[in-house]
C-alpha cells in the first residue's frame, strides 16, 4: 500500500506520474488532409508526404555557425517529415518558396527590415512571411540558435543528452504563423556537467559555455583564460616567492604560502607585485587573443587573506571587507588594460572571505564581480524564512549597490557526496529567476564536471540549460518529458520518487531541512527510515518496468545508486529496514552482496568517483577501502561501513 500511495500523491508535487503523451502534446504539427498548397493560413505547410518545395537559403559569405544552422534544420526536417530541403545560397534568385536563413540578399525581397545589431551575438527573428519563413540572427551564434528555436518550439524537438533525443515523425509538416524576436536574458549560460560539455548537445540547447567542445561552427563559446582561482597561476610561488616573499600574504606575522586555512594569497596592495601581475595580464591577453575573459581571482579556500597594515586598513575603510583589498588590485589591472584591449574584462570572486561587498569601492566597467552561493538548496534564495538564505540575498544587493555587471556562480550539486539523494530540482527554477529578475548577467551552474555521474546528473543538467535559456520555463513540464524519453517505462516511479523528496524538503521545518551543497553528514534529516524505504519499493518498481529494456534499466540502476550508497554506508542499521534478503542471510552474506551490486552498478555506469575531485577519499577505490572491504572485495568487517 506504500508504494501506490506514493504514487498517488505525486501529483502533488507534480514531476511524476510521467505522461505517456507529454512529448506528443509539443509535437506542434497539422494532421489535416491534404493542404492545397504549401502557404496555409495562419502559417506554412513546409512538406507533404516527404516532398517540399521549400530551401534554405543561406548568404554567399555565410559564416560557419550559419552553414551549420542550414544543414542542421536540413538534418532535422528530414528526421521529422522525410523531406530534404535543398540549401542555395543567396546569390540565386528569391524562390517561390524559402526559408531564409540569417543576413541575406533575400531579405529585403520579402519585405523584411531587421535590427541586427540590437540582436547581438546570439539573438534572432522568427518570422513567417508567407510563402516564406525567415530565421535570422547574427553571424556568430543568432542564426543557429533561431533554427534551434524553430526545431525546439514549434517542432516539438528535445535533446535532453548527447545520447537520448525526441525527434517527432510526421507525414505533413505544418508551422504556424510565427513573429518571434529572442534575445537571451543571460549573456553567459554554463551547465558544468560532463554531459553538457559535448558541442552539438551544447549548441542544440543553447548554451555558451566555456568549457564545452563548442567549436566555430557552434558559434564558438565564452573563453575564459584562465578559469579561477588564478592567484598563484599570475603571480607563481615559484620563482617570486624567494625574490620577493613582500608579493604574498602576510599571515600571522609571516609571509607564507600555507597559512592556517591551507593555500593563502596574495598581497594585493604591494606596488611591485600589481605591477607585475598587470605585466602578466597582458602577456595572457596577447598568448590567448580568442579569451574575452581574463580570471583575476583569489585561490581556492576559506581564507589565507593578507593581514599587512595597508591591506588591514583598505579593509577597515570599506566597513572591514575582505573584498576590498582585491577590487582595488582588479581594479588596477582593469584600469591598465581598458584603453588598449576595450573588448576584454578582468573577472574575479565575491566567493568565501571575499562574499560581503566593500562599503563604497567599486570595480571598473571592465570588471565582472562572480558571486558566488553556497547557501541553502532545501529553500529558495527568495524565500525569507530560511535564515540561511539571508547572506546570500545581502550580497546581491550589496553588490548590486556598486555595479550592475554581475556573474553568479550557482552550486547544485553536493561536493562532498556526489551520490547522495539530493533533491533541489524545486530551487532550481525560482532562484534562477530570482538571480535574472535581479540583473544577474551570466550564471555558471556547477554540478559534477569531473566525474561522469551523479545524484540525478543527466536531469539537472537538462533542466538547468532549459532555465539558462528561458528563466521562465515549465520545470514540472521540462522534468517530466525528460523522464518519459529518458526512463520510458519507468518514468512513473522515478516521477513519484522525486516527488518523495521534494515534499520532505519543502516543508516547513526550517530547522532541520537546510540542504548545503557542502553537507559532510550522509544521514541527511529528509532521508527518514520511510523515505527511504519507499524510495528503494519505487525503484524496484521502475526496474520491473523496464527489465526487458537494458539501457534504460542501466539508467534506472545509476539513478538507485544514491539510495543504494545510503544503504551500503549505513549498512548496520539499515540492513533490516531497506533489504528483506536481510531477515533471513547472515550478515556477511547480505552485505558482501549489497555492497558488490553497487560496486558493480557503478563501474557499468562509469562513475569513478564518489565526491569533488582532490577532496579525501573521493575515489570508489577509497570507498571500498572506507568499507572494510579492501581493494579486493575482501570479507567486510560488521560496523565498518559507518560514513561520514
Known amino acids: 500500500m506504500a508504494l501506490v500511495t506514493t504514487l498517488s500523491m505525486s501529483l502533488l508535487v507534480g514531476f511524476g506520474p510521467a505522461s505517456a503523451t507529454e512529448l506528443k502534446e509539443q509535437e506542434h504539427v497539422v494532421r489535416d488532409p491534404s493542404p492545397a498548397s504549401p502557404v496555409a493560413a495562419p502559417g506554412l505547410f513546409l512538406a507533404d508526404h516527404g516532398v517540399s518545395a521549400y530551401r534554405n537559403a543561406i548568404s554567399q559569405s555565410a559564416s560557419p555557425s550559419e552553414q551549420r544552422a542550414a544543414t542542421e534544420l536540413q538534418t532535422f526536417l528530414e528526421q521529422i517529415c522525410g523531406a530534404r530541403l535543398l540549401i542555395i545560397r543567396d546569390d540565386q534568385p528569391l524562390g517561390e518558396h524559402e526559408i531564409i536563413l540569417g543576413d541575406n540578399a533575400h531579405l529585403p525581397a520579402v519585405g523584411v527590415d531587421i535590427d541586427f545589431a540590437s540582436l547581438g551575438d546570439e539573438g534572432f527573428v522568427l518570422r513567417v512571411v508567407a510563402p516564406h519563413l525567415v530565421i535570422a540572427g547574427s553571424r556568430v551564434r543568432g542564426t543557429l540558435y533561431g533554427v534551434y528555436a524553430l526545431l525546439e518550439e514549434h517542432l516539438g524537438c528535445r535533446w535532453f543528452t548527447p545520447t537520448v533525443s525526441h525527434i517527432p515523425r510526421v ?19 554554463e551547465v558544468f556537467f560532463v554531459t553538457a560539455r559535448d558541442g552539438d548537445w551544447a549548441a542544440r540547447n543553447r548554451l555558451n559555455s566555456s568549457m564545452a567542445h563548442l567549436t566555430d561552427e557552434h558559434g564558438g563559446r565564452i573563453n575564459y583564460y584562465p578559469f579561477v582561482h588564478s592567484f598563484f597561476t599570475l603571480i607563481p610561488p615559484d620563482p617570486y616567492f624567494h625574490s620577493h616573499p613582500e608579493w604574498f600574504s602576510l599571515v600571522d606575522g609571516q609571509r607564507t604560502l ?52 595597508h591591506c588591514v586598513a583598505l579593509e577597515q575603510r570599506e566597513g572591514g571587507a575582505h573584498s576590498a583589498p582585491i577590487i582595488h588590485f582588479v581594479n588596477r589591472i582593469a584600469a591598465a588594460i581598458a584603453d588598449q584591449h576595450p573588448n576584454v574584462a578582468i573577472d574575479t570572486l565575491a566567493y568565501s572571505y571575499s562574499r560581503q561587498a566593500p562599503k563604497t569601492l567599486k570595480p571598473r566597467p571592465n570588471v565582472i564581480i562572480r558571486l558566488t552561493t553556497g547557501a541553502c538548496c532545501s529553500h529558495t534564495i527568495a524565500d525569507e524564512k530560511c535564515a540561511d538564505n539571508a547572506d546570500l540575498r545581502g550580497a546581491i544587493r550589496d553588490w548590486f549597490r556598486l555595479t550592475d555587471r554581475i556573474y553568479v556562480w550557482d552550486y547544485v550539486v553536493n561536493f562532498r557526496q556526489y551520490l547522495l539523494p539530493f533533491p533541489n530540482l524545486g530551487t532550481l527554477g525560482p532562484n534562477l529567476r530570482f538571480l535574472v529578475d535581479h540583473g544577474v548577467r ?20 537538462y533542466l538547468l540549460a532549459k532555465l539558462l535559456c528561458n528563466p521562465d520555463c515549465d520545470v514540472r513540464r521540462v522534468v517530466r518529458e525528460f523522464l518519459a524519453a529518458y526512463y520510458g517505462a519507468a518514468a512513473e516511479p522515478i516521477g513519484a520518487y522525486l516527488d518523495l523528496l521534494q515534499r520532505e524538503v519543502e516543508g516547513d521545518d526550517y530547522r532541520r531541512l537546510h540542504m548545503s551543497p557542502f553537507e559532510p553528514s550522509i544521514e541527511a534529516p529528509y532521508l527518514t527510515p520511510d523515505v527511504l524505504a519507499n524510495a528503494m519499493r519505487l525503484f524496484d518498481e521502475a526496474e520491473r518496468l523496464v527489465a526487458d529494456d537494458p539501457d534504460r534499466l542501466l539508467r534506472v540502476q545509476t539513478a538507485r545508486l544514491g539510495l543504494d550508497y545510503v544503504k551500503v554506508a549505513l549498512a548496520a542499521r539499515l540492513k533490516a529496514l531497506l533489504d528483506a534478503d536481510a531477515q533471513r542471510l547472515p550478515w556477511d552474506s547480505w552485505y558482501q552482496r549489497a555492497t558488490d551490486a553497487f560496486f558493480a552498478t557503478a563501474q557499468r555506469a562509469g562513475i569513478t568517483h564518489m565526491r569533488e575531485a582532490g577532496r579525501p577519499q573521493s575515489s570508489m577505490a577509497d570507498f571500498r577501502l572506507h568499507l572494510g572491504l579492501g581493494p579486493c572485495g575482501s570479507k567486510p568487517t560488521q560496523g565498518a561501513a559507518e560514513s561520514d
Open 442 to 461: 551570466g550564471i555558471f551552474e556547477q554540478g559534477s564536471g569531473d566525474v561522469l555521474d551523479s545524484d540525478m546528473a543527466p536531469l539537472k543538467a
Open 258 to 309: 600555507v597559512g592556517r586555512y591551507k593555500r593563502t594569497q596574495l598581497c594585493l596592495t604591494n606596488e611591485q607585485m600589481i605591477q607585475q601581475a598587470i605585466k602578466t595580464v597582458q602577456q595572457w591577453i596577447h598568448d590567448h587573443p580568442e579569451a574575452r575573459i581574463i580570471s583575476v581571482s583569489q585561490n581556492d579556500g576559506p581564507g589565507g587573506w593578507c593581514e599587512c597594515d
Open 171 to 189: 507525414q505533413r509538416l505544418h508551422v504556424n504563423a510565427i513573429n518571434d524576436r529572442q534575445v537571451p536574458q543571460l549573456e553567459y549560460r
